[in-house]
T-cell receptor
Framework: EAGVAQSPRYKIIEKRQSVAFWCNPI?????LYWYQQILGQGPKLLIQ????????DSQLPKDRFSAERLKGVDSTLKIQPAKLEDSAVYLC?????????????FGQGTRLTVV | AQSVAQPEDQVNVAEGNPLTVKCTYS??????LFWYVQYPNRGLQFLLK??????LVKGSYGFEAEFNKSQTSFHLKKPSALVSDSALYFC????????????FGAGTRLFVKA
């Protein structure tokens, strides 16, 4: 079974520039998550999709971050404009559903450095 | 509000010795608890989960975890550590009153010395 695919693996941009990350979840997984993991901290949920609908985006900085999941499959997370504090690893994960007892499968992440 | 604490930044153990990685949590409703492991340059991998039932949960790679409701803890354990167990371990929690959000702890780095 193929895992969660993310690209790019690494990205370096200057502050105020824009950047986009792509994620392709495990086939058949209805739920897709984007997490931000700052060095030394645990992952923080940015947004969670159930199919192509948003079920939680309470921690997404909506003035600069946006995400979409067209057709309920792959997803794109965008930052515009980037700030220095956005430097982090962005993790995409998927699960079969959004039930409380369902574990997530994670991609390798995209390491973003904002200079 | 949900929260998770992993009180140790790092745990050091000799190969062959038992290991424990600690986790405590706070939730409003019933907890759903998870352990994930992160190896260098790899994504998080699911180890085990507690949903309901037996307080001792067995998972991947010989790991197990003990749910203690009175102490609100979910410590990860392994009877005999391997050097290859060296990694970053995350405890995570959901509760059935907090919506769909999973809260992760800050992580504990496990170092197993040969």
């Amino acid at each position: 079974e193929a895992g969660v695919a993310q690209s790019p693996r690494y990205k370096i941009i200057e502050k105020r520039q824009s950047v986009a990350f792509w994620c392709n979840p495990i086939s058949g997984h209805a739920t897709l998550y984007w997490y931000q993991q700052i060095l030394g901290q645990g992952p923080k949920l940015l947004i969670q999709f159930q199919n192509n609908g948003v079920v939680d985006d309470s921690q997404l900085p909506k003035d600069r971050f946006s995400a979409e999941r067209l057709k309920g499959v792959d997803s794109t997370l965008k930052i515009q404009p980037a700030k220095l504090e956005d430097s982090a690893v962005y993790l995409c994960a998927s699960s079969t559903d959004s039930y409380m007892n369902t574990e997530a499968f994670f991609g390798q992440g995209t390491r973003l450095t904002v200079v | 509000a949900q929260s998770v604490a992993q009180p140790e930044d790092q745990v050091n153990v000799a190969e062959g010795n038992p290991l424990t990685v600690k986790c405590t949590y706070s939730v409003s409703g019933n907890p759903y608890l998870f352990w994930y492991v992160q190896y260098p340059n790899r994504g998080l991998q699911f180890l085990l989960k507690y949903i309901t039932g037996d307080n001792l949960v067995k998972g991947s790679y010989g790991f197990e975890a003990e749910f203690n409701k009175s102490q609100t803890s979910f410590h990860l354990k392994k009877p005999s550590a391997l050097v290859s167990d060296s990694a970053l371990y995350f405890c995570a929690v959901r509760d059935d009153t907090g919506g769909f959000k999973t809260i992760f702890g800050a992580g504990t780095r496990l170092f197993v010395k040969a």
